[in-house]
């Protein structure tokens, strides 16, 4: 099993900015693909983010194009989502995950999660 834990989320107000850590165990982080989602009230998980094992190659969804950056350390076994121009709309439970299939888009990809971090945009 691999275990995930992220950190940095809170409230700040538009404009802002915000770096979430996904902090992992267990497993050798450099052997999976790393990717953030987010889960609004009443909405479906989405997709926002992935990186790369060896970090060369990342995917963000047009909605966080220019304003977040997936980055990840594989000496600290640890993933971050740089988020900066945020707006009340990036409102939402953000979730790392870890997988085996390269830079995917969908939930399915993954194998293993964390337990997701409140984000909180004020307008």
């Known amino acids: 099993q691999m275990q995930l834990v992220e950190s940095g989320g809170g409230l700040v107000q538009a404009g802002g900015s915000l770096r979430l850590s996904c902090a992992t165990s267990g497993r050798t982080f450099s052997n999976y693909a790393m990717g953030w989602f987010r889960q609004a009230p009443g909405k479906e998980r989405e997709f926002v983010a992935a990186?790369?094992?060896?970090?060369?190659?990342?995917n963000h969804a047009d909605s966080v194009k220019g304003r977040f950056t997936v980055s990840r350390d594989n000496v600290k076994n640890t993933a971050y989502l740089q988020m900066n121009s945020l707006k009340p709309e990036d409102t939402a439970v953000y979730y790392c995950a870890a997988g085996t299939r390269p830079l995917s888009v969908s939930s399915r990809g993954y194998d293993y999660w964390g337990q997701g971090t409140q984000v909180t945009v004020s307008s």
């Open positions: 990186i790369s094992r060896g970090g060369a190659s990342t």
